[in-house]
């Protein structure tokens, strides 16, 4: 649904459950971290600390600070001798990494 969220979520009489948060997780990558972000923080808005959907929301929600900003490694760490990949925050405009 690009930057909109599910009307569905938003309405009213919804309550946020876990599974509404896991659902936004779903697709959290570095390039779409502060999109997700957003959501997640408009979707546990008015939920209390306690509340299971919030308490994974706010979880999730310092992990993709943390993948916006540095970038994440997925799958197993770099082999001896060889550099882990760089984020793309260390990549200048024209692709040269520094």
Same mark, same amino acid.
């Given at each position: 649904?690009?930057?909109?969220?599910?009307?569905?979520?938003?309405?009213?009489?919804?309550?946020?459950?876990?599974? =509404?948060?896991? /659902?936004?997780? $779903?697709?959290?990558?570095? *390039?779409? #971290?502060?999109?997700?972000?957003?959501? !997640?923080?408009? @979707?546990?808005?008015?939920?209390?600390?306690?509340?299971?959907?919030?308490?994974?929301?706010?979880?999730?929600?310092?992990?993709? =600070?943390?993948? /916006?900003?540095? $970038?994440?490694?997925?799958? *197993?760490? #770099?082999?001896?001798?060889?550099?882990? !990949?760089?984020? @793309?925050?260390?990549?200048?405009?024209?692709?040269?990494?520094?």
């Amino acid at each position: 649904m690009s930057q909109f969220e599910d009307p569905k979520r938003l309405a009213a009489d919804h309550e946020v459950t876990l599974e =509404d948060v896991q /659902a936004l997780m $779903g697709a959290s990558t570095p *390039h779409f #971290a502060m999109q997700i972000r957003t959501r !997640l923080k408009q @979707l546990i808005a008015g939920l209390p600390e306690n509340h299971p959907a919030r308490i994974e929301g706010e979880r999730e929600i310092a992990r993709l =600070d943390q993948i /916006a900003f540095a $970038g994440e490694v997925r799958g *197993h760490v #770099a082999e001896d001798g060889l550099p882990p !990949l760089a984020s @793309l925050s260390v990549a200048d405009a024209a692709g040269e990494r520094h």
